[in-house]
Nanobody, 126 residues
Framework: QVQLVESGGGLVQAGGSLTLSCAASGPTVNIYVMGWFRQAPGKEREFVAAIKWSDGSTYYPDSVKGRFTISRDNAKNTVYLQMNLLKPEDTAVYYC???????????????????WGQGTQVTVSS
């Protein structure tokens, strides 16, 4: 069973930056893609970014493209989410996730991901 532990959340002013980390443990060889999702109060969990564990290719939705950067450190089994130019609407609980299936594309729906972290709160003040 893969375990994911997020860290790095906190309070930041609009326009600021924050970096989240997600440490994976267990049979990480089973992981094909790592993803980040977020969920704001009263809203559904939404896709934020994904990275392929093998070659580092990435995918972002338009809402964060150019502001967020996902990266990984294979030696540390850790994925990062660098968030710049943060906006109040980025406020949410951010979740790390892992997809085991070797698809030819990035999945953006929560149901496709097999493992989840406990989440870390990010609050952006205006």
């Amino acid at each position: 069973q893969v375990q994911l532990v997020e860290s790095g959340g906190g309070l930041v002013q609009a326009g600021g930056s924050l970096t989240l980390s997600c440490a994976a443990s267990g049979p990480t060889v089973n992981i094909y893609v790592m993803g980040w999702f977020r969920q704001a109060p009263g809203k559904e969990r939404e896709f934020v970014a994904a990275i392929k564990w093998s070659d580092g290719s990435t995918y972002y939705p338009d809402s964060v493209k150019g502001r967020f950067t996902i990266s990984r450190d294979n030696a540390k089994n850790t994925v990062y989410l660098q968030m710049n130019l943060l906006k109040p609407e980025d406020t949410a609980v951010y979740y790390c996730s892992a997809d085991r299936l070797r698809r030819g594309y990035f999945e953006v729906v929560t149901g496709a991901y097999d493992y989840w972290g406990q989440g870390t709160q990010v609050t952006v003040s205006s």
